[in-house]
């Protein structure tokens, strides 16, 4: 019992340690900072947007912003560019971070498994992952969605299933190491069951390089949702999503130039918040990755 | 060193095969069929029926299957239902035309990335550091299909410098095709550009350190010939295998890019095939992606475990 403690001990110290290196960086701080304002517009949607996202108005098309209290101008309907892109955010995020929760949730266990057990499950987990990853991740992931059908929730299915080998093979080679060390053999001798020396021993100490992983997959799935919806694989219309916006602004890039600008701006610098601070987060919990 | 070749060479064998068979089956997944697509309005079964029976997508799936992969093999694809040409004549003639746009790509990735990496590890956590690496992360964020599409609204409708989108073949025209292909390279390779900046920084930095740099100073080089000649030259090797790496964001990106950029390559083809439910082509071109991408990656690992022996001694216990 007091081996526990001294190891929770060891590991409410090395948090504090990565809380103060996370917080020493200026520049993941304000990753962070955009981070929290992306989530807060998102959850503010209905109160702050000035128009119904989707409410087509003819009398008003491809306004220029400024004009007729359209701060950021109206699309080829009339609809409200700002509106839009505050409810973009939603399904922005909600693809970013259930796509790969989804993917981390489900190849955390798997590559336990395989780290830990070796032999044939091993092997098997290890091929499926090996096919898997012989198509690039995008290919994979436009391929799934165009069988699926294009959904929020298919690209959310798409993305999540096209991250499951990644972060298998990634845990999958922290447990093979882990598993060799003196505490792993120590609590097999000792008679502890498999699956408490997978969950409450091996686990916690694999989970910074999955935690680091799934925050810089993060920006990564959010660009593959807007390039899904981009596609026409993705979000339908008339729902706002900033891939959808960037798909039809190109019809009308020559007359109306800020439809092409707007939600690039939106998905840039929320990838770019999220990948500041998944920057942070990897130099604090991992000093010695480059 | 033989016993491990052979054991990579078999299991990227054994991978492609049963890749042939998820591509086989997924693309048989995709709702609707070609004959669907290719029939348009017309309902009529009997018409389905003939289309599907002329191109023996009615056959059952397993000698359907075997049938394509034993053509396969001797680079016959079969024919498409849509262009009515053989698959394999189509990825002949759009595959220079990726191959040349990734190649650009590449240059512009190197061209940017090793520079700015060089310049950043000259003085870890300085002013020139802190740009190039927010610089890398900005280039790491931005999508692809948007730079593209601020790409032609700046230099195409507003400068009106260079063409929008569409392609011009390189012999009869070699001016015309650059013109049209430095917008889509440019894009390509700014993502890659800031993975290779971020590698030649830290191999760099940790080259800089060694006793072989500090040799090279005190001999009296100038810090051009020490960081281009011992510190550069060192650090490459893992460069390029970074490069290598980055084939899957390269294809993943050829993509999109001819996509925003109209670009007749075997990006545009996938998408168009997918649309059109051309199974053959599909089949033809995904197998053709795969097969490039597993044997970089054998290349990559390969290339790896001859240069780090350790890798090798774990490999071979496997």
């Known amino acids: 019992m007091s081996a526990v403690t001294v190891a929770d001990a060891g590991r409410a110290l090395a948090r504090r340690k990565a809380r103060r290196r996370l917080t020493a960086r200026p520049l993941s701080v304000l990753g962070l900072v955009g981070v929290v304002v992306v989530v807060l517009v998102a959850i503010l949607a209905n109160w702050i947007s000035p128009h119904d996202p989707t409410l087509p108005n003819f009398d008003q098309v491809l306004a220029p912003p400024g004009a007729g209290g359209h701060l950021l101008g109206t699309d080829e309907l009339g609809r409200d560019v700002l509106s839009r892109l505050f409810y973009g955010s939603r399904t922005t995020l909600i693809a970013g971070v259930l796509a790969t929760l989804l993917g981390t949730l489900v190849a955390v266990p798997i590559g336990l498994v395989a ?125 706002a999503d900033w891939g959808t916006m960037l798909a039809d602004a190109e019809n009308y890039l020559g007359q109306a130039p800020w439809l092409g600008v707007f939600p690039g701006v939106a998905i840039f610098l929320t990838t770019l918040c999220f990948n500041l601070f998944g920057d942070g987060l990897r130099d604090a919990l991992d000093p010695t990755a480059g | 060193m033989t016993r491990l070749v052979l054991y990579r060479v078999g299991s990227a064998l054994i991978t492609l095969l049963l890749a042939s068979i998820v591509i086989f089956l997924a693309i048989r997944a995709l709702p609707g069929g070609p004959a669907e697509a290719l029939s348009a309005e017309s309902n009529d079964p009997a018409v389905l029926q003939a289309i599907n029976h002329k191109y023996g997508f009615d056959q059952p799936l397993v000698p359907q299957y075997f049938r394509w992969l034993g053509q396969a093999v001797t680079g016959n694809f079969g024919t498409s239902p849509n262009s009515g040409l053989s698959v394999s004549s189509t990825l002949l003639n759009d595959l220079p035309v990726t191959m040349e746009l990734a190649v650009l790509g590449l240059l ?120 281009g000649r011992h510190a550069l030259r060192n650090s490459l090797i893992t460069v390029v295998t970074v490069i290598g790496l980055q084939l899957g964001a390269l294809i993943g990106g050829v993509v999109t890019v001819e996509q925003v950029f109209g670009i007749p390559g075997l990006g545009k083809l996938t998408l168009d095939s997918v649309y059109n439910r051309d199974y053959p082509t599909l089949q033809g071109v995904v197998l053709l992606t795969a097969l490039g991408y597993v044997i970089t990656n054998l290349l990559v690992d390969l290339t790896y475990s001859v240069l780090n022996p350790r890798i090798r001694v774990a490999g071979g216990a496997r």
């Open chain 1, 115 to 239: 780290g830990y057990f070796r032999g044939w499950a091993d092997v098997v987990i290890s091929r499926l992952v090996d096919v898997v990853l012989a198509f690039p991740f995008l290919v994979f992931a436009v391929g799934l969605a165009a069988i699926l059908g294009p959904s929020l929730q298919n690209v959310v299915l798409a993305l999540g299933v096209a991250q499951i080998p990644g972060v298998i093979r990634v845990v999958r080679a922290e447990v093979f190491a882990q598993r060799e060390l003196e505490y792993v053999q120590a609590e097999v001798v000792n008679g502890t069951p498999t699956r408490a020396i997978m969950f409450r021993h091996i686990l916690p100490n694999v989970l910074n390089p999955v935690v680091v992983q799934t925050s810089l997959a993060v920006p990564a799935t959010i660009v593959g949702a807007a390039i899904l919806s981009f596609l026409g694989l993705g979000v339908q219309p008339p729902t």
């Open chain 2, 108 to 227: 512009v990735a190197v061209v940017i990335g090793i520079p700015a990496g060089v310049l950043s590890a000259r003085k870890p956590g300085g002013t020139l550091d802190s740009v190039g690496s927010t610089g890398a992360l900005a280039g790491l964020s931005i999508p692809h299909f948007w730079f593209g599409i601020l790409l032609i609204l700046g230099l195409s409708v507003w400068l009106k410098v260079l063409p929008a989108a569409g392609f011009v073949p390189i012999v009869p025209d070699p001016i015309g095709n650059l013109e049209h292909m430095l917008m889509p390279a440019v894009v390509l390779g700014t993502g890659i550009a800031a993975v290779v900046m971020r590698q030649t920084r830290s191999s760099v930095i940790t080259a800089m350190a060694s006793d072989y740099v500090r040799t090279a100073r005190a001999k009296g080089l100038s810090e051009f010939d020490v960081i």
